[in-house]
């Protein structure tokens, strides 16, 4: 897809609260309302730099979109997550893609909070989730894996040696290995979202993330981004995994989707 940094809500996100199970574990009691604010990202595609103009204005790079998010993180402490919903690196710029956007996944790291670590990618009260877009691909399978993953580069200059990837999980529901059929990324996050109760204690609420990308993107990338995967229907693939995440006592679910629309 064109990368329209800050521009067009490809970003399609869905908050569908689900109704009491009576197979599934009983939560604690919560508030009629929880706050909880999205900031969503999308085709960012290694924007770092400043110089790009919209509507005849200069567009900042990362610094001033991390001056945003921070601002609106600050007016909603502890009740905030940055979300991106693909496209985050590739079709970038030399600034990103000379190191094969690893400074794109340094600049992500750098809005991670304390919780976010290489070590646990899905620690709950992580501040950041991402999906994959089609250019996530672009490079194949095996790189995308080793950019949030970590590991070295097979040729070309790195940004740190050791690589060690995202501190932020990387989830997709509807990408499967072509051969096993399994999800080749965990296909949701669960978060955290603390909230005081009534007796004035601090609780938290679970909210789960799922990922999901445009089933036509082998039509998008060359066959070897693709190589070894499929990409399935969004919505059963979202919808197989909602059974699982009630028996986990969840009740809130937002889908991060990479698709547009025209």
């Not at 909070?113 to 994959?132: E, F, G, H, M, S």
């Not at 894996?145 to 790195?158: D, T, W």
């Amino acid at each position: 897809m064109k990368p329209e940094f800050l521009r067009r809500a490809l970003f399609a996100a869905s908050l569908t609260l689900l109704s009491a199970c009576t197979t599934a574990p009983q939560a604690p009691a919560a508030p009629a309302a929880v706050p909880l604010r999205l900031l969503a990202i999308n085709d960012f595609h290694g924007q770092i730099s400043a110089g790009r103009m919209l509507d005849n204005r200069p567009a900042g790079g990362a610094a001033v979109l991390a001056g945003w998010l921070h601002e609106a993180e600050r007016s909603a402490p502890g009740t905030s997550l940055i979300v991106s919903s693909g496209d985050l690196v590739s079709a970038s710029p030399l600034v990103s893609s000379l190191l094969r956007d690893e400074p794109t996944i340094q600049f992500m790291n750098l809005l991670a909070n304390a919780d976010c670590t290489v070590q646990d990618r899905l620690a709950p009260r992580c501040n950041i989730v991402a999906t994959t877009g089609n250019h996530e691909f672009d490079r194949g399978l095996s790189e995308l894996k080793r950019l949030h993953q970590g590991g070295e580069a097979k040729s070309g200059p790195s940004l740190t040696t050791p690589w060690l990837g995202a501190r932020f999980p990387l989830v997709s529901a509807n990408i499967v290995d072509a051969q096993s059929g399994k999800p080749i990324l965990p296909p949701y996050a669960i978060k955290q979202v603390p909230y005081r109760a009534a007796d004035g204690s601090m609780k938290a609420i679970p909210i789960a993330f799922i990922g999901a990308t445009l089933r036509e993107t082998p039509a998008m990338v060359v066959p070897s981004g693709v190589a070894g995967v499929r990409f399935l229907d969004e919505a059963d693939s979202i919808n197989r995994f909602v059974p699982e995440l009630r028996a986990k006592g969840v009740r809130a679910i937002v889908v991060l989707l990479h698709q547009g629309g025209r």
